[in-house]
């Protein structure tokens, strides 16, 4: 990329502070930026550094106006704004298989859309079908009867079970595995007997699915996650949950199953939710937090057994006061 | 599936309520059943749907019996006798693939049972052994001198690495890796050494184990899983790590180096044991818990460091007063 | 391997007590130890064993010299003497793929070295760089335009995206993904807007990954992995995350996005880092640890959120304790 930051508001929106002409060809964050870069400032910790990044350019908020010596675009979202920059740069430098490889196994009976990709050592499987722009990395694997939508991208090493429905423009990570067997046994005298897990999966459009994740196959009826979804690697999602819209679920995070998370619900890093549970709207569940009943919508919950942040914070703090506390009451008795 | 009711308790036993002659098509939990679907009552928390429930018949306990109103099968375990209807549906519709790709590496010197599955880009190492029935999905890899022994089901993406030993009727999900290093070092100055884990790992018969699962080898000797224990997704088992029979471990839980876990144990989601640690018999370990010392059999433990079920309940009640506590101290000091 | 004491000391030094020509053929723990096995002490918690174990000769410290009724080798590291004799014997057993093989897909612009192995179903990608003596096992896929160094062991199922550089004498295990992209996303009203991860992971020399990790992608700029670190299984190391040299990451650790952690770093398992965090270099962080703010050089912190270890046990301690402290309020109020 090569452009002067009077192009760059073109993509970005937003004002110019200083020289329209200046020249911007990468990005970086603001400590690591050099001559050239644009950067930003969003995370208030990273303003100390507003004057001494070497960037050639930055993308502030109206209220950092006064502090900035460098030239810059003034935004309402700085964030957004630098986001748009990073995609145009995407966009020159990205580049995907295409093509049906000659070392793949595509079933006679699976139907491949229009401009699909089928890389070295795929296989597809019977009566499956690939929608049109769909790019599939090597070494996956596609069940017997599932259906993938239109431009999807499915990296390498995924694996995706029989029966399973994936929309539009959905991103699968490396080593995910969609469709396995939720965990279900029934006790029978001494062992556990197997209860087959006949269900689907069904991933709406413009659902994301990071690295190594789990999604379990419904024990009848479907795991669902809906529309916009987001989650990070080695989650794990268990049989029958329920994931609304535009939600995100962070690394490690882990849901039980026949769980229903709402749509705009924040689910941090290692968090973990017992089986059965509503987590309403908009609800965030802290890191680590270990959720054992419904979360109400808009609620943030943290610590286990998980309750409402502020008052977990509160319980915290007191915790650091104990040995103070275990004196007075020594003094007390006397 | 289109059985009668009269049919289905011939497979599930128990006794028939209403009409004997009810068609059944399929099965569906208990708010998703439509007609022609049988459910099953078993969770409290799914009583209220008992009258509710769309399904043409019910599952269900004996003391439930008055509340009922539609046709149901009066049962002394729901769940299993919902179980067997699921198994016989499953084996109607279940498809695996069948005989030796084309497309897959089998070395000269790996002996293959009978009627054994070997799919596309499987590789089978030198020396191993595939036993009678046994299917492998595609993108597997067997490693060299590992034994898989009859009717196993091993799903794509797994690896299995050399000298390893599996069971019958062994069931591995997506993505699972068996026999990877263990975490050795040893100090050397600034720098970690790596000790050679040159033991083996040894699962029994009738284990399943869960996607992206993670079975290390032991240094020396063998990390062992024994019969009938199922894995979840996600699960970490440390170098020489010793299971009994029967025993469950839930998505995301850990198990240090070691450490011996008796037999019909439960390990809740998350949960993480120390090494070195011995868990008896029947014990449970509840979701979250960090267990850094020995649990005795049958014990329930819970919380960090896991301390006994009810003590660990009792302190979290009281944990939520500390507000209190501190306001009362204070008017006492007054 | 068959060797006597005498042949042993000369590759583990120390001095031998009793029978320098004892045979020694194996190695084992203590309590599996068998007639022909040598062993070592030292974790304290199996000094018990120290006279019941049947190995045929035990590597102790000076201090058990007067214990100890069998052969055996003082040293001033028992574990690390240990270590050199199963280095010894891994090097008698250990065998690897070697060459090319016809079942693989070698991009032509793709630039491999000299004793490099490639086994089946491997995908080497445009532009890629592979440098003397890496053995690649089957079914990775090593992406556009990545360097893999010399003398580097990546074993099946491993997924390196593109622009990925890695040094010399790394150890990759199975199902393993660097490179997938980092979580990024951007609120654009109602939904997640992503935006894409241009950055690369660059691994210095000597690091070990274990299974089924996952190390995404920088935004912009890179991850960075120092020499000589060691990675546990199912770890999660998030985008722009920067490790020093020579630090233990242990199984299902999670670091997000940004985090820094010094050199000779040791984060236990299951243990959580924020993002834009530091730890300095010879901290630890305790097993299930939530580290929600920077951590000093050389201090050890545990808990959650996490707190100096010293003072968090104290707190543990006094929680026990609470049941009798509300009964003595109690009092106190009368």
Same mark, same amino acid.
């Given at each position: 990329?090569?452009?002067?930051?009077?192009?760059?508001? @073109?993509?970005?929106?937003?004002?110019?502070?200083?020289?329209?002409?200046?020249?911007?060809?990468?990005?970086?964050?603001?400590?690591? /930026?050099?001559?050239?870069?644009?950067?930003?400032?969003?995370?208030?910790?990273? @303003?100390?550094?507003?004057?001494? !990044?070497?960037?050639?350019?930055?993308?502030?908020?109206?209220?950092?106006?006064?502090?900035?010596?460098? &030239?810059?675009?003034?935004?309402?979202? &700085?964030?957004?704004?630098?986001?748009?920059?990073?995609?145009?740069?995407?966009? *020159?430098? @990205?580049?995907?298989?295409?093509?049906?490889?000659?070392?793949?196994?595509?079933?006679?009976?699976?139907?491949?859309?229009?401009?699909?990709?089928?890389? #070295?050592?795929?296989?597809?499987? @019977?009566? $499956?079908?690939?929608?049109?722009? !769909?790019?599939?990395? &090597?070494?996956?694997?596609?069940?017997?009867? $599932?259906?993938?939508? *239109?431009?999807?991208?499915?990296?390498?090493?995924?694996? %995706?079970?029989?029966?399973?429905?994936?929309?539009?423009? +959905?991103?699968?990570?490396?080593?995910?595995?969609?469709?396995?067997?939720?965990?279900?046994?029934?006790?029978?005298?001494?062992?556990?007997?197997?209860?087959?897990?006949?269900?689907?999966?069904? %991933?709406?459009?413009?659902?994301?699915?990071?690295?190594?994740?789990?999604?379990?196959?419904?024990?009848?009826?479907?795991?669902?996650?809906?529309?916009?979804?987001? %989650?990070?690697?080695?989650?794990?999602? /268990?049989?029958?949950?329920?994931?609304?819209?535009?939600?995100?679920?962070?690394?490690?995070?882990?849901?039980?199953?026949?769980?229903?998370?709402?749509?705009?619900?924040?689910?941090?890093?290692?968090?973990?939710?017992?089986?059965?549970?509503?987590?309403?709207?908009?609800?965030?569940?802290? /890191?680590?937090?270990? +959720?054992?009943? #419904?979360?109400?919508?808009?609620?943030?919950?943290?610590?286990?057994?998980?309750?409402?942040?502020?008052?977990?914070?509160?319980?915290?703090?007191?915790?650091?006061?104990?040995? *103070?506390?275990?004196?007075?009451?020594?003094?007390?008795?006397?």
């Amino acid at each position: 990329m090569k452009k002067t930051l009077k192009e760059i508001i @073109e993509i970005t929106g937003g004002e110019i502070l200083g020289d329209h002409n200046t020249i911007i060809t990468n990005v970086a964050g603001i400590t690591e /930026a050099k001559k050239g870069d644009i950067t930003f400032i969003s995370n208030p910790k990273y @303003e100390q550094y507003i004057n001494s !990044t070497k960037a050639s350019a930055i993308i502030i908020k109206e209220s950092h106006k006064d502090k900035v010596k460098i &030239p810059a675009i003034v935004s309402k979202n &700085p964030y957004l704004s630098y986001a748009k920059i990073i995609m145009l740069i995407a966009k *020159e430098t @990205e580049k995907h298989p295409s093509g049906i490889s000659c070392n793949c196994s595509v079933s006679k009976s699976a139907k491949i859309g229009e401009k699909v990709a089928i890389s #070295d050592f795929v296989v597809i499987d @019977e009566s $499956s079908k690939i929608g049109d722009g !769909t790019i599939i990395y &090597p070494n996956c694997y596609i069940g017997r009867n $599932s259906k993938i939508g *239109e431009n999807c991208l499915i990296y390498p090493n995924v694996t %995706i079970r029989e029966n399973i429905i994936i929309g539009n423009n +959905v991103i699968i990570h490396s080593g995910t595995v969609i469709g396995c067997d939720g965990f279900g046994y029934v006790q029978d005298n001494e062992t556990l007997k197997k209860i087959p897990q006949i269900g689907i999966v069904e %991933i709406a459009d413009d659902v994301e699915i990071g690295a190594n994740v789990t999604i379990d196959r419904a024990a009848t009826g479907k795991t669902f996650i809906g529309r916009g979804t987001k %989650i990070d690697n080695l989650v794990q999602i /268990a049989h029958n949950v329920h994931i609304g819209e535009n939600s995100i679920i962070v690394s490690q995070a882990g849901i039980s199953g026949s769980t229903k998370i709402g749509n705009g619900v924040t689910i941090a890093g290692q968090a973990g939710l017992v089986g059965h549970i509503t987590v309403g709207n908009g609800a965030v569940i802290a /890191a680590q937090a270990g +959720v054992i009943g #419904d979360v109400a919508p808009k609620e943030t919950v943290s610590g286990y057994p998980a309750r409402p942040h502020k008052h977990a914070m509160k319980i915290y703090a007191l915790l650091q006061k104990l040995p *103070e506390l275990f004196e007075e009451i020594k003094k007390l008795k006397k």
